[in-house]
């Protein structure tokens, strides 16, 4: 398995290859607390609103690594969120709920689930920055990325 090496990786997101899709299923494990996953419900639909509905990710609670999944998780540093996308296995997102107040979750989901639709451009200035922590929006460049990826 070769790793790009990107900057990303020194952000924390590990990229192989097997994005998440528009309309996939993503699992939120069920070790998530109820607000969390609330939140997460939220970030997805939130990229459905975005893209006029052309990404309809289908949420189930589970723990099935047979899809993406959304984990609670422990990550070094200051980090709030990871994704990490392999060629051999579904997307897989944790997020450091340490580290986040409860309005701050859905945020970090956004981010992350940008990165696992294949947005891993954090070296670009705006790329993916304002959909993070205290902006839950997809902004328009990270939209028009988003498009040239479908």
Aim: hydrophobic residues 45%.
């Amino acid at each position: 398995m070769t790793r790009l090496a990107l900057p990303l990786l020194l952000a924390g997101c590990s990229w192989n290859g097997q994005r998440l899709h528009n309309t996939d299923t993503i699992a939120i494990s069920t070790a998530m607390p109820a607000a969390a996953a609330e939140a997460i419900v939220v970030a997805a639909d939130a990229w459905g609103d975005a893209t006029n509905g052309a990404v309809a990710l289908r949420v189930v609670i589970s723990d099935s690594r047979d899809v993406a999944t959304v984990e609670p998780g422990e990550l070094p540093g200051g980090r709030r969120g990871d994704t990490e996308v392999t060629e051999s296995d579904p997307p897989r997102i944790w997020l450091d709920l340490s580290k986040l107040a409860p309005e701050q979750v859905q945020g970090v989901a956004m981010h992350e689930l940008g990165h696992a639709f294949g947005l891993y451009d954090h070296e670009e200035h705006t790329l993916m920055q304002a959909v993070g922590v205290d902006a839950p929006v997809v902004d328009a460049r990270t939209l028009a990325r988003w498009r040239a990826l479908q």
